[in-house]
């Protein structure tokens, strides 16, 4: 199994590229920009990534991003993570970037973009990978902030597909942003929201109906309802799953308790994802790796998922239709 999750080709859809910084590097670009940092070794950091839920994870995350301030610094960042796909056999990748975590600390929203997009081209270029970039919004900070870096975004259109919603769920619904969604609607950029990681189903219900998503990212709440579930196989909806995310942060008190393959079986979209993958224990083949172990996955849902994860990607018919048939090539349908 581990050898056919590594020779699959995959798309990553859920990952959050802050969230890929790994201790090693955040040493290093602290000793780069002269900031000192509140742990002596990268053992202590990793020490420190116990969390009991999401908040608890977001705290250390924006505070660690704190390391990130020239473009050279978001080229790095995002390099790193793009050979993890390499050695992953992800061939399309569609990360999120937080430009208020940064431009909160009076960074230029260019410097992240030129720094991020020149990394991403190289991977096209020279590693074969293809990306789409999301921008996402802070939940947390309010609907006005999002619509000021909204605008100062829009001069970098070219740059990104989509914008996305992120950080602490609960207390900031979907519903709190219809106004920015709309307007980047109209701006020609496609929509996206995490939903239903700690929140309930209605926020699923609600960033499908009020910001229009092509997505959801997480929504494994999606099963407390079983008519949302019926909606989502009927529309084809994709949801950006991230296992073992879902279990650092302890929305399932174990792997084996995870619901991503009951969806699967259904027939919802769901597809696999790391999320943070520096602070949850692993990339992407690590989350199929975990599925494997916990779960019993068959080869025929590896199969779909990977499936899943080409088709609810933004990719045009016939790059999907390429990867689609490796795919085949590798696992045939049974
Ligand atoms: N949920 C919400 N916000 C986030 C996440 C997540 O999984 N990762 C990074 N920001
Ligand atoms: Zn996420």
Redesign the pocket.
């Known amino acids: 199994m581990q050898q056919l999750i590594n020779a699959i080709p995959k798309a990553e859809l859920?990952l959050?590229l802050?969230?890929s910084l790994e201790p090693e590097l955040m040493f290093e670009l602290a000793k780069r920009n002269q900031i000192e940092l509140p742990f002596k070794s990268v053992e202590e950091i990793r020490a420190a990534y116990e969390f009991s839920n999401?908040q608890d994870?977001?705290d250390i995350?924006y505070q660690a991003a704190d390391v990130l301030r020239t473009e050279a610094d978001f080229y790095d960042l995002t390099w790193a993570y793009l050979l993890r796909c390499q050695a992953d056999g992800v061939v399309h990748t569609e990360p999120?970037f937080?430009p208020q975590t940064h431009t909160e600390r009076g960074i230029d929203i260019g410097t992240v973009i030129k720094g991020i997009t020149r990394a991403l081209k190289d991977g096209e270029l020279q590693l074969g990978i293809s990306s789409y970039l999301i921008l996402?919004f802070?939940?947390h900070l309010s609907e006005e902030e999002a619509f000021s870096t909204l605008r100062d975004a829009l001069p970098y259109k070219e740059h990104f597909i989509a914008v996305g919603l992120?950080?602490?769920?609960l207390g900031h619904p979907p519903e709190k942003f219809e106004r920015v969604f709309a307007a980047a609607r109209e701006a020609g950029l496609r929509t996206v929201a995490?939903a239903g990681?700690?929140g309930p189903a209605d926020n699923i219900w609600n960033a499908i109906s009020l910001l229009n998503v092509c997505r959801i990212?997480?929504g494994v709440a999606a099963t407390q309802d079983p008519q949302l579930v019926s909606y989502l196989v009927q529309h084809r909806t994709p949801l950006t799953v991230?296992p073992l995310?879902n279990t650092k942060?302890k929305v399932f008190a174990d792997m084996s308790e995870h619901n991503i393959l009951q969806l699967l079986d259904k027939g919802v979209r769901v597809t696999v994802n790391s999320?943070?993958p520096a602070y949850f224990g692993g990339y992407v083949n690590a989350n199929y790796q975990a599925l494997a172990d916990a779960l019993n996955m068959t080869d025929a849902q590896l199969r779909q998922l990977a499936i899943n994860s080409i088709t609810a990607s933004f990719l045009p018919g016939e790059q999907q239709a390429r990867h689609l048939a490796k795919i085949d090539s590798l696992i045939s349908p049974t």
């Open positions: 859920h959050h802050e969230g999401l994870f977001l995350y999120f937080d996402s802070l939940r992120d950080s602490s769920e995490h990681e700690e990212d997480h991230c995310s942060l999320d943070d």
